[in-house]
Structures are given as structure tokens and as C-alpha cells.
């Protein structure tokens, strides 16, 4: 588990084919790897991924054929930027939410407008995702914890502060952009408990204030 708060910028240094699949070879910058060990998950870009190796500024994962195909990792090139975490421990702070690493699809940034210090990003998600995104609701973003402002069918919009864009990877995007999305894992849950019958109790009237309807 992780909590969608970024804790480096790392970059791509090498891509290592391997019979379809793919070892990724990350330089890892600043982030301290000395509680980290072989077989450890470390969030690139919101895709869990399984330290193989070790190395004294970065670490290697391999990447199945899969993963490549249905996230963004496919598209790496040595050079690009990616957004870090290590996996969540139980006396961590929870400063975002509980994000999984399990990319739910592929999106894509739709427009960056100023706003204020800030910026203002629309983000579309995948048609069969948009029902899981609520204003006011949070979403992850290639492994970033992003709290909706607004909603419209499957487009969303966010606030990005300095902050945000300066230590994360959202620097180097433009509009057109693919990323990762996760959908909130409450939502998910409501929904299958729904589909089977085994919430009564989440009436209408529920699923409405809390913008699940």
C-alpha cells in the first residue's frame, strides 16, 4: 500500500528487454533506499512495482508484458522522469490516501490552465472509470494523491500548487499526455458490495451525499 504522496523524482536509466518482458532501471535521485530491500514494492509512477535489485543510486524491477501494455511504463524512455514511493509502513503518516499501485486504466491530461500560484488540470479518465471519480473525492494520478474539484462525464478537474509541480513528475507534462489513474478504493468496494446484494444499507439518499450517485 502506499499513500500517493510523491517522495522523489526519480528518472528512467536504462530499459532492459527480457523475452517480452521489460527489467526498468530507475535513478532514483534523493530517495533513501537504505530501509529498502530485494523484493520490496516501490510505487513508479502509481504502478507497484518489486525491487529485484539494489544499486547505490536506484534500483531495478521487472515489468511484465502486461503492466507495459495497460499503463504508462510501456511508453518509457532512458531520460524520463517518474514519480516515487516507497510502500506504506504502519506507523507512517497517511498525508494522502490509501492508494494500492494497481493502475485501474490509462488517462490523459486534457488541458493546464493558470490559476492563481496554481494551475488548474483536466484530467479524462477511461469511460468505465468515470463513475468511481467524485467532487471532493480523491483520485491518484501517476501515483499522486489529487483531491477532484469538479467533475463533467469522464473529465475531471484539479488543482496542482507550486509545490505539487515542483516535486513531482507533473513538471515535465503537457496536455495530450497519457497517465495513470487509480480510482479510489472505496468507491470500488461500495460498488461490488452493491452488485452483490450485501449493502442494504447504502441507500440512495447515502450514495448521493457522499457522491457516489
Known sequence: MFTGIVQSVGRVARLEPRGGDVRLHVDTAGLDLSDVAPGDSI???GVCLT????????????VSNETLSLTTLGALKPG???NLEKALRLADRLGGHLVSGHV???GKVVSIAPDGRSQ????????ALARYIAAKGSVCIDGTSLTVNAVDGARFG????PHTIEHTAFHARRAGDAVNVEVDLIARYVERLLGAGEAPRLDEAFL???GFA
Not at 120 to 127: G, M, S
Not at 158 to 161: E, G
Request: no cysteine.
Open 80 to 82: 524520463d522522469p517518474v
Open 43 to 45: 510505487a513508479v509512477s
Open 208 to 210: 448521493q451525499r457522499h
Open 120 to 127: 488548474r488540470w483536466t484530467f479524462e479518465a477511461p469511460p
Open 158 to 161: 484539479v488543482n496542482l500548487i
Open 51 to 62: 525491487a529485484v535489485a539494489l544499486a547505490p543510486r536506484g534500483f531495478a524491477a521487472d
Open 104 to 106: 485501474d486504466g490509462v
